[in-house]
């Protein structure tokens, strides 16, 4: 795409916010300035210097990046001795996709920061609307008096940031509330009563102290806000305060009939299944196993790669602590599917004065079903349109068409249709744009090259001189040797149309160089209704022998 074009005459800018210094242009500076960049501007730019004959050219990476947000929940985390709580830390809207998030934890006991990695699960980035992405880290605490006051950190490194950025946050826990218990009135006991009584007491003690068995906690079943077909995704179950140790994890994907049976039989995920039946993926699934003072946790995370035919799908977490009940939590997967195409197309691809436009916005391969189109004209609502679909593929996958008709009149001119898609895989919406050219679009006229690439004398060549992104196709190409027009061996391609309306034409001459030819300078002369003047493309021969 070229950003912006200058012949000595007249500027052209096919971004908006883009600059190049006239000032600072004669003073040999070509320094392309751009304003209020996006993503979309991240790419490989070339500058290009024409001064007949000489060329030269150079090239820069512009690279982009989106600082996140980071948000650390909650702000002010309270906990009770014995119980469980997760924290999450929040990192929205940034780009480019890779980042690396850490947890830190620092004690009173110990000063310095150290690096936590056990019951931490951080997610996938997931993409936003915008081409920018987020992602969710969070940490599983188990309070002990020690973890008061106890510092958590979420340390975040990006491009965007020159050194890691960090917020935190203090734990505070709580001891729990003393249970109420009758005074026991002991009288007229000898010392031999008192000391069986004591060792009777000792032995409960150390039973419900060390020995009891404690049935597990089982959280609801972890999902990322959004799950994308054909993306991967990690379910997370957390089990803790638990004791034994030995407890039985089991996941299971649930065919659609019993995803059926059992949102008619209950609607909490810990009702009792009807049946313990579904494809076992225990095996896909990897086990964290912790321990927290006197008593043990688990992790479980299982990562699958979800289809199209796993929307309204249950998945199931299975908790097996010895011979108690089993614990079952379950979640049922909505699937989406971001469009694969979205475009809007024009009929006719060049739009002329008191003639019909048909403008259709093309939304393809989307899931679910549930699409709204809206057409501005200049940011004005446009009520009036025809829409074909959502219609169903083979594959399960839905498509829409929805266009507009107008008659274009002179004052049309620069008008600017969008067309807004809103549909669940993206946040917010998808904005399309189409401006309508009555003035036509010249053409972007590429360097002469040669064919070979060292001329020789008394051997054919052939120079090719290339036009793209031009509209209306009406274009005349003349060719010249030291400013003499050339006829013979003069020849060009048909004009070729691209999706976009625009046209491309390659023009050639054949000729036979002799010595006498060695350094002539070939021009190729281009006019077209869009432009204010003819633009004009130079190569001197250079001839071996």
């Known amino acids: 795409m070229m950003v912006y074009s200058f012949d000595g005459r007249k500027e052209v800018y096919n971004r908006n916010g883009s600059e190049v210094s006239q000032r600072r242009l004669v003073l040999g500076d070509a320094s392309l300035h751009l304003r209020n960049v996006t993503v979309g501007d991240e790419g490989l730019y070339t500058c290009t210097v024409l001064i007949t004959p000489e060329m030269a050219f150079g090239t820069t990476q512009l690279d982009v990046s989106v600082q996140p947000s980071v948000t650390l929940l909650p702000e002010l985390p309270t906990i009770t001795v014995g119980e469980e709580r997760t924290l999450l830390c929040e990192i929205n809207r940034f780009y480019p996709k890779p980042i690396d998030v850490v947890w830190f934890i620092k004690k009173d006991f110990n000063p310095e920061q150290e690096a936590v990695s056990r019951d931490v699960c951080t997610g996938i980035p997931l993409p936003n609307g915008d081409e920018t992405f987020s992602v969710q880290s969070r940490i599983t605490l ?242 009036q349109f025809t829409q074909f679909g959502p219609f169903q593929d083979r594959g399960g996958l839905y498509s829409v068409w929805n266009q507009i008709e107008l008659t274009v009149s002179k004052n049309d001119h620069k008008v600017v249709y969008t067309c807004r898609v809103y549909h669940e895989s993206f946040t917010g919406f998808k904005e399309l744009s189409y401006r309508i050219n009555l003035q036509g679009m010249p053409p972007e006229v590429l360097w002469i090259t040669s064919d070979p690439a060292q001329p020789e004398v008394g051997k054919e060549c052939t120079l090719n001189c290339h036009m793209n992104n031009f509209c209306p196709d009406t274009i005349t190409v003349k060719w010249l040797k030291n400013n003499l027009q050339v006829d013979n061996g003069v020849s060009s391609s048909p004009s070729i149309l691209d999706t976009n309306g625009r046209y491309s034409l390659y023009s050639f001459l054949k000729l036979t160089p002799t010595r006498d030819d060695h350094g002539s300078v070939i021009k190729c002369i281009v006019e077209h209704s869009a432009l204010t003047s003819c633009e004009e493309r130079s190569y001197r021969l250079h001839l071996v022998n």
């Open 142 to 383: 188990w309070a002990t008096a020690k973890e008061s006051d106890a510092v958590y950190t979420c340390q975040v490194r990006h491009k965007s940031y020159k050194t890691a950025f960090r917020t935190n946050t203090t734990l505070t826990v709580i001891e729990p509330e003393p249970a109420y218990r009758s005074p026991t009135v002991i009288a007229g006991t000898a010392a031999a009563s008192i000391l069986v009584t004591v060792a009777v007491l000792g032995a409960v003690f150390i039973h419900f102290k060390y020995l009891q068995k404690v049935p597990p906690k089982v959280s609801e079943i972890l999902v990322p806000e959004m799950i994308f077909g054909n993306e991967t995704v990690t379910l997370i179950c957390n089990i803790s305060a638990f004791r034994p140790k030995q407890v039985q994890v089991k996941w299971l994907r649930l065919s659609h009939n019993q995803s059926l049976q059992e949102k008619e039989h209950c609607s909490s995920s810990e009702c009792i299944p009807l049946q313990e039946a579904g494809e076992d993926l225990s095996d896909m699934a990897v086990n964290k196993p912790l321990k927290h003072g006197r008593l043990y946790s688990t992790v479980s995370c299982l990562r699958i790669v979800p289809t199209l035919d796993d929307d309204n799908r249950k998945y199931r977490c299975r908790v097996q602590h010895g011979k108690s009940k089993p614990v079952i939590k379950s979640t049922t997967l909505r699937v989406k599917v971001r469009p694969s195409y979205c475009q809007i197309t024009s009929l006719p691809h060049i739009p002329e004065p008191g003639k019909q436009l048909v403008l259709c916005c093309r939304t393809e391969q989307f899931y679910p079903r549930a699409i709204t189109l809206k057409w501005f004209r200049d940011e004005l609502l446009v009520e």
